[in-house]
């Protein structure tokens, strides 16, 4: 019998832990993880420096057909905005600080991922 094939949640949280280490490898800082809104869900919010930035983690088995970061659409985008908004409205200490949002595209093995970071991937106007 075939070991069962690793559920989708079990892989994501993998390659979240990895895209962790990634960018607090680069200096940044974890505020928040998986914070939940109302139509949507922030992977990661970090500091980077005075700035905020809120991060959504995107994985992808194989990179072909665009791979993970044309995943992030703009109905995706959009979610993402309204799930900051809603962050910045529970943590007005941090409501005036610089924020951007950043994709992390993953493909390949999830215990060891390749990893593209799209810094400043889209701005919160532009949905």
């Keep these: ?15 979240e832990h990895a895209a962790l280490a990634y ?3 680069r200096g ?9 809104a109302r139509g949507g869900e922030l ?6 420096g005075a700035g905020l930035v809120f991060v959504e983690v995107r ?7 665009g791979g993970a970061a044309a995943s992030v659409d703009r ?3 959009r979610k993402l905005v309204r799930a900051a908004q809603f962050f910045l ?12 949002f ?15 970071w799209l810094r400043d991937a889209f701005r919160a106007d532009e949905c």
Aim: aromatic share 2%.
């Design 28 to 36: 940044l800082r974890l505020l928040a993880r998986n914070v939940q």
């Design 75 to 77: 109905g995706k985008r």
């Design 102 to 116: 950043d994709v992390i595209a993953a493909h390949g093995d999830p215990a060891a991922p390749d990893i593209e």
């Design 1 to 15: 019998m075939a070991p069962a094939e690793p559920n989708r949640k079990a892989i994501g949280a993998t390659v």
């Design 89 to 100: 409205a529970h943590h007005p200490r941090l409501a005036n600080a610089p924020c951007r």
């Design 59 to 65: 994985y992808r088995a194989d990179p072909a057909f």
């Design 43 to 48: 992977d990661l919010v970090m500091q980077d």
């Design 23 to 25: 960018l607090q490898a």
